[in-house]
Every structure is written in C-alpha cells, then in structure tokens.
C-alpha cells in the first residue's frame, strides 16, 4: 500500500473528525465558501442546516468510511444520529421529489444496516426506494430526475447522474425478493446507454423522453458548458455509474458505455490529471478545474477495473486511477497549504448559475475519501 494514499486518507479522516463537532446537529451546504462550509441556507420551509437537498448524505458516507479504516467510535456515533434523522426525513415524506434518493440512502441507511445490521435504516432504506420507484415513468422505462412528476419542465427528463441512484433499486431486490426495483434498473440504465452518451463518446448531462409515448426526445445540459459539450462530472458519473450497473445488470452494453465514457475522459485532461469543469476546455483555458469529477472518475475507474474483461484494459484503467488519485493530493488544503474544512478543493458545482464555482463540495470530499479507500484497503466492500 502506498505511504502517500495512507497518509493523506489519515488527513482527510482527520478533517472529518473535526467537522463532527464543528458542524454539530447543523447540515453543511452543498460548496464551501472560502475554504469553510457555511451551515445548508433557510430554503422552502425547511430551516437552516435542515436535511434537505441531495448531498447530506455524504457527510455521514465520510464518517463510515472513517469509522472503517480507523475503527474510532466517535465515526460511528455521528453517523448513527445522521441515519436516525434520514429515517425521519423518509418516513415524514420531505423533500422526497428528486432521484437522488439513491445517493441519499444508500450511504445514510444501507450502509448502517450492512456494517451493524440497524433494522430501522433498512426500512428507511426501502421506503426511499419505493418512493424513487414513484418516478418510474411507464412506458418510457426511465426515472425522472428532478421536480413534481406533473411538472411539465422537468417531465419525462432524466440526467447521467441517476445512474449513481440505481444500486439503492438493485439493493432493495436483493433485500426484499421483489424483481420490481431490479426490473426499473435494467429498463433505465438501457435507455441511458442508448441515448445519452453520443457516437463520439461524449455524453449529454440531460436527456428528455415523451413520458406519454415514451419516445426519446433531445439531449440537453444543465450544467455544461453547451448542449453539445462534454461536462466533465457528467462523464465521470458516466463511467462510474456504468460500471456499478454493469455489475448489477450483467448487461454488455453497459461495460462498453462505460470504458467509452473512461477512454474519452481520459484522453482530454490537462497535463496535471485533474480535469476542468467541462471536458472541452484544456491546458491553457481560464476556465476552474472540477476536482470532484476527478475524484469520482477515479472510483469509478478502479471499479471499471475490477468489472473489466479484458485483461489490458484492466490494468490501464486501474493505473489510471491511482494516477487520478496523486494528482487530486495537490487539491486538497495540504496540497495547497491552506486551513479547509473541505477534503478536497476546486471543484465546480454548476458554473452556468454561477454556483459553488472552483469551491470545495460535499461530494468532491466523499468521493476523494472513498477513492483512498478503495486503494488502501483492497478488501473494503464497496456502498454502491
Ligand atoms: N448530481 C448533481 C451534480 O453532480 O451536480
């Protein structure tokens, strides 16, 4: 195991350590703003700090992966209180209108009930999956991503993210035998290989069906830089979230979505590994780089490694990432010799709407932390 990914996994564990008594009973928001993380704003009805939006779940997917490696009960404690209140937040129907019920749960509840059997996160667990099966739209055979399922803005819509939403379904067959949740993900990941990724690799972020014919519709973006361009974190999720499904699915076709969303990502980096925020701008545009997609990129290619069937292919990927993970060290407040309650820093949040841009955010910081894990210690068993 390499020295330099133990020591700085014992540095991004140590921050998250801190940030337990630093943020208390307080959610941060989604990006830092100067190096710190202001607690999550007032929005709706919920106020500040509540549990609402799509990355909580990441503060306590830090914890239990601190609590693995180093064993420390004060991990366990935090994140525990967290999958109570993610019970809560499940159970009381609140702000459930999103797909990222998958990111949510699978780290808040599945992960607390696969590590201490907690029977109470298995249900929260499964009451998220029946209500991200509520957005399963017939006869498209897609999850629509955001807003009311009414809404006609966002009807029939799904993104390359929703992928990372899958195992939560796959899980929850596995766990109650009904095939329902396993059947949604095979129809949804086949219609994302066929139509969101282009014929020269790139992908779009978004792409649209008639939710009535279920015909598709158009590709788009959301936070690219153009609707023919290529967000860097979409393709990053691309090739993680393949990946996860392909091992789920056992479909072919995701295992070549998925080394063709690898082999485009990785042929347009700057020369440092750490990509920009979207895959058209290189060495020498003025444009902030998104670390975060470099850290999923870099699961996400250790998994597409372990899938893999070719043997070439499967250590090339699995250089890669460990390649990934070195450069993203210089991204971090050590690297960069700043304090940061962030993990990681630089990332981009969406840069259209000017938010959280060449920040540090919750995702950015989970998914570094989980990239160092699944390095130095080969037998972790993954969450997804
Ligand atoms: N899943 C939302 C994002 O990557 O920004």
Known sequence: MSNVLKQAFDEAAEITRR?????????????????????RPVFEEFPVGANQGWTTSFVPGMQWLAYEQTGDEVFKTAALAHAEDFARRVHNREDLHTHDLGFLYTLA???PWRLLGEESARAAALAAA??????????????????????????????????MNMP??????????????????RRHTAQLAKHIIRADDTTFHTFY??????????????????D???????????????????????????????????????????????PFWDLIFTDGDDEPRDASAGAIAACGLQQLARVETDP???ARYEAAG??????????????????????????????????????GCLWGDYFYLEALMRHINPDWRRYW
Not at 248 to 274: I, M, S, T, W
């Open 109 to 111: 509840s599945v992960v």
């Open 130 to 163: 029946d209500a991200l099966m509520e957005r399963f739209l017939e006869p498209a055979g897609v999850i629509q991503a955001w807003g009311a399922l009414a809404d006609p803005s966002q009807r029939g819509r799904s993104i390359i993210d929703s992928l």
């Open 19 to 39: 940030n337990i008594p630093a943020f208390a009973a307080a959610y941060p928001d989604d990006c830092t703003r100067g190096e710190r993380y202001p607690s």
């Open 228 to 274: 023919d361009s290529c967000w860097a974190r979409g393709q990053a999720w691309g090739i993680y979230g393949f990946a996860l499904n392909y091992d789920a699915v056992g479909d072919e076709e995701l295992l070549v979505v998925a080394r063709r969303c690898a082999d485009y990502f990785l042929n347009h980096l700057p020369k440092d590994g750490v």
């Open 322 to 359: 460990v390649k990934m993970i070195h450069g993203l060290i210089a991204y971090t407040p050590t690297g960069k010799g700043v304090a940061s309650d962030a993990l990681l820093l630089h990332s981009v949040y969406s840069k259209p709407e000017g938010k959280g841009v060449d920040e």
């Open 168 to 185: 939560l379904l796959s899980w929850a067959t596995e766990q109650t035998g009904n095939p329902k949740y396993a059947e949604a993900v």
């Open 209 to 226: 069906w008639d939710a009535e014919t279920g015909e598709p519709l158009r590709g788009g973006t959301a936070q690219g830089a153009a």
């Open 312 to 314: 070439a292919r499967a």
